[in-house]
């Protein structure tokens, strides 16, 4: 049974930083593209950041570019989402998700298992 759990979130003022993580079981982590996606409240989930499987390209969304890193422990069975300069609008359920040798595809569509998500609360 694949499973999927998020943890990191929290309650941070703006300009702060929070890390997540997303640890991975029940599946071949290595072959397996992972992104982190987000909801805030009212809204549709939107694609964050995304690793390929061999770590070796990344993606963003415009709206977290140079702000969010993501990298990922394929001995650890791990993702993470390094967030700093954190905003009111970074305000949301962060979800991890994975997408099987996938790349380039960035919609909810394309990833097979997601997890449960972890709030987010950036305060002004």
């Known amino acids: 049974q694949v499973q999927l759990v998020e943890s990191g979130g929290g309650l941070v003022q703006a300009g702060g930083s929070l890390r997540l993580s997303c640890a991975a079981s029940?599946?071949?982590?290595?072959?397996?593209?992972m992104g982190w996606f987000r909801q805030a409240p009212g809204k549709e989930r939107v694609f964050v950041a995304a690793i390929i499987w061999s770590g070796g390209s990344t993606a963003y969304a415009d709206s977290v570019k140079g702000r969010f890193t993501i990298s990922r422990d394929n001995a650890k069975n791990t993702v993470s989402l390094q967030m700093n300069s954190l905003k009111p609008e970074d305000t949301a359920v962060y979800y991890c998700?994975?997408?099987?040798?996938?790349?380039?595809?960035?919609?909810?569509?394309?990833?097979?298992?997601w997890g449960q998500g972890t709030q987010v609360t950036v305060s002004s």
């Open positions: 998700a994975a997408d099987h040798l996938g790349w380039g595809r960035f919609g909810e569509s394309a990833y097979d298992y």
């Open positions: 029940g599946l071949a982590f290595s072959r397996y593209t």
